[in-house]
C-alpha cells in the first residue's frame, strides 16, 4: 500500500473484497468538481458497492442527474418531499441503509450547515440523521478553506468524528494553483476502502503511540517546553482504534479528550514518557513517537526563582532518546518516527531513519505555514530505508494521520506470521 506515493489503478480484487455489498451514499453538491463526482461513482459501482446518489440544488447547476443515475443505475434523490422519490428515498431510510455517507464535492456552505447542526434539505437531513461514517471531500477557493470560520468548522466537524479526504494543492477553477482542490476520484475511493474495511484491520496487533509536548520544569512553577497541541498523535491513535487494533496512546499535556477505544497514559516529563513508552512498547506490535519531546531537562530548583534575584543561569542536559532506544532493541516491531525540521530537512530525516533504526520517518518543516505545531494542517514527506515515498500535499492533520497509520498498517502486516505458520 503506497497512498503517499500514488494509487494504483488495478485494485480490483483487492477493492472488491472490502467493498462488495456495501451501501454508500454519495452527496454532490454545488461546485465545479462536481463531474469529479462521476468518476467516483463509477469507480465505486466498479468494485461492487451500491450507490445511491443525493443532489443538492446548486449541484444540478453544474451537472445533470442523468449521469449519476446511468452510472449508479438507481434514481438521483434530491427532493427531500418529492411525491416522484418514493418512500425509500426518504432522508431516514437513507440514512439507515447507508454504511457511509460520501460528500464528494463538499462545498464549504453543506460542511458549515452540519458544524451547525442545520438541517434544510435530503443531503443535510440524511447526514444528520446517519450513524454511519459520513466522509467529506472539500473543493473550493484557498480563501475560502483557510477561512477561519470554516477551518474551525472542520476542526470541530473532525473532533465529532467526521472525515475529510482533501482538499489538495493544485489548480483551482479561477485560473489560480493552491489548496482547495477535491482529491482525485481514485484517492477518494480508496479512502473509502480504508473507512469501510477499517473496522479489522488492524484487529491483533498492538500499538504504542505518543503525543503532545513534555514539561520539563525549571522550579517549582515553571517549565520548558515546545508549541505542541497534540492533534497528530491524537489522530493517529484514533486511526489505529478504528481499524481494531488494540492501542495505548502516551500524552505530555494537552486539552484533548482520550480517543474512544484507547487507552491513555498521561505523563508530563521526558523521562515519564519514555518510562511509559517502554513499559508498553515490550510486546507492541507497532510504535508511533508523534511526540514532541523535549530534547534538553534541567535539575530543577526547589523554590521558585524570584526575579529580583537577578540573571539565572540553566545548565540543560539532553534528554533519552526514546525511539532511538526502542532501536537498539528493536526485533518484530514496526517504528515510526517524526523528524520535525527548520532546515537540512531530509538530511536529517534519513540519518534518524538509519541511526534509529526505524521504519518510517514523517517530515516536516515547521517554518512553513499550514506546517508543524498548533495548526491544523500539514505538509509532510514519508521517508522509508531504501523506498521514498515522497512528498504530500498540504493537508488536515487528521487525514495525514490517516496515511501515516496505514503505511504503518501494511509494514506491521509484512511481519506477522502466515497463516501457515
Known sequence: MALAGGIDEDKGTRDTM???????????????AAYKACEVVRRLVRAGVEVRVIMTEHARHFIGPTSFRVLSRAPV?????GESQGDELTHIALAEWADLVLVAPATGNVIGKVASGIADDLLSTTIMATEAPTVFGPAMNSRMWLNPILQENVRKLTELGYRFCGPVEGALAEGVSGIGRMAEPEVIVEYVRQVLGGGGEGRGLKVVVTAGPTHEFIDPVRFISNPSTGRMGYAIAEEAARSGAEVVLVSGPTELKSPPRVVTVCVRTAEEMRQAVLKHAADADVVIGAAAVGDFTVAPAAGKLKRSAGPVTLELQPTADIMAELGRDKGKRVLVGFAAETEDGEV????KLQEKKL????????TEPGSGFAVETNRATLLRPGAPLGPLPMMLKTELAHRVWHEALALAKQRQPSPTG
Open 18 to 32: 472490502v467493498l462488495e455489498g456495501r451501501k454508500v451514499v454519495v452527496g454532490v453538491t454545488g461546485s465545479i
Open 348 to 351: 536529517n530525516a534519513q540519518r
Open 359 to 366: 521504519d518510517l520517518v514523517v517530515l516536516n518543516d515547521v
Open 77 to 81: 434523490a434530491s427532493a427531500e418531499f
